[in-house]
C-alpha cells in the first residue's frame, strides 16, 4: 500500500472518531410521535450512545417527556416528565432562536397533562415556529406540517 493511502486511511478513521454521528430526524420523529414505548426505550438508548450534543440533548428531553406517559406511579411519571423537560428547556435557553426545539416543546406542551403546568409558552413558540419555519429543510417543515394539520394551536394556515 502506497504510503499515500496509509495516511488518508488513518486520517479518515481518526476523523471519523471525533465527528458527531448526525442524527437520524426521519426516525426520531417517527418514534416521537408513536405510542410505542418499547420504540421510545430504543431511541433514547440510541442517542445516549452519541457523542452529547444540543440536538442529543433536545431530543431526548423530549422522549423522556414522552416516555413519562408510559410510567406506573404518578412520582416516577412527574419525575421522568421533569427530567425531559428540563434538559429540553436547557437547550432552548441556549438557542431561543432553534424553531425545531421551539416546536418540540409546543408538540409536548399540547400533550402533556394541565396537572403538570407545562402549557405557559405555547404563543411564543407558536410565534417562534411560524417565523423560523420557511428557514427549515424541507424534510423537518413536512414533519411541523403533518403535526399542524391536528394540533389545536398550531394550524397549517399559520405556515404558508
Given at each position: 500500500?502506497?504510503?499515500?493511502?496509509?495516511?488518508?486511511f488513518?486520517f479518515?478513521i481518526?476523523f471519523?472518531s471525533f465527528?458527531?454521528?448526525a442524527?437520524?430526524?426521519?426516525?426520531?420523529?417517527k418514534?416521537?410521535?408513536s405510542?410505542n414505548?418499547g420504540e421510545?426505550?430504543?431511541?433514547?438508548a440510541?442517542?445516549?450512545?452519541?457523542?452529547?450534543?444540543?440536538?442529543?440533548?433536545?431530543?431526548?428531553?423530549?422522549?423522556?417527556?414522552?416516555?413519562?406517559?408510559?410510567?406506573?406511579?404518578?412520582n416516577?411519571k412527574?419525575?421522568?416528565f421533569?427530567?425531559?423537560?428540563s434538559?429540553?428547556?436547557?437547550?432552548?435557553a441556549k438557542?431561543?432562536a432553534?424553531?425545531e426545539?421551539?416546536?418540540?416543546r409546543?408538540?409536548?406542551?399540547e400533550?402533556?397533562p394541565?396537572?403538570?403546568?407545562y402549557?405557559?409558552?405555547?404563543?411564543a413558540?407558536k410565534?417562534?415556529i411560524?417565523?423560523?419555519?420557511?428557514?427549515?429543510d424541507?424534510e423537518?417543515?413536512?414533519?411541523?406540517k403533518?403535526y399542524?394539520s391536528?394540533?389545536?394551536?398550531?394550524?397549517?394556515?399559520?405556515?404558508?
Amino acid at each position: 500500500m502506497n504510503p499515500v493511502k496509509i495516511f488518508g486511511f488513518i486520517f479518515i478513521i481518526l476523523f471519523s472518531s471525533f465527528v458527531n454521528p448526525a442524527v437520524d430526524k426521519g426516525a426520531f420523529y417517527k418514534v416521537f410521535g408513536s405510542n410505542n414505548p418499547g420504540e421510545i426505550d430504543e431511541m433514547i438508548a440510541l442517542l445516549e450512545k452519541e457523542k452529547s450534543s444540543s440536538l442529543t440533548n433536545a431530543f431526548l428531553g423530549a422522549l423522556h417527556t414522552k416516555k413519562a406517559g408510559f410510567l406506573k406511579g404518578a412520582n416516577e411519571k412527574i419525575k421522568i416528565f421533569k427530567k425531559g423537560a428540563s434538559m429540553l428547556e436547557v437547550e432552548i435557553a441556549k438557542k431561543p432562536a432553534n424553531t425545531e426545539y421551539r416546536f418540540l416543546r409546543l408538540a409536548i406542551q399540547e400533550h402533556a397533562p394541565k396537572i403538570l403546568k407545562y402549557n405557559k409558552n405555547k404563543d411564543a413558540d407558536k410565534k417562534a415556529i411560524i417565523e423560523g419555519y420557511k428557514n427549515l429543510d424541507p424534510e423537518l417543515q413536512k414533519i411541523i406540517k403533518n403535526y399542524a394539520s391536528g394540533s389545536a394551536t398550531l394550524k397549517v394556515d399559520d405556515l404558508q
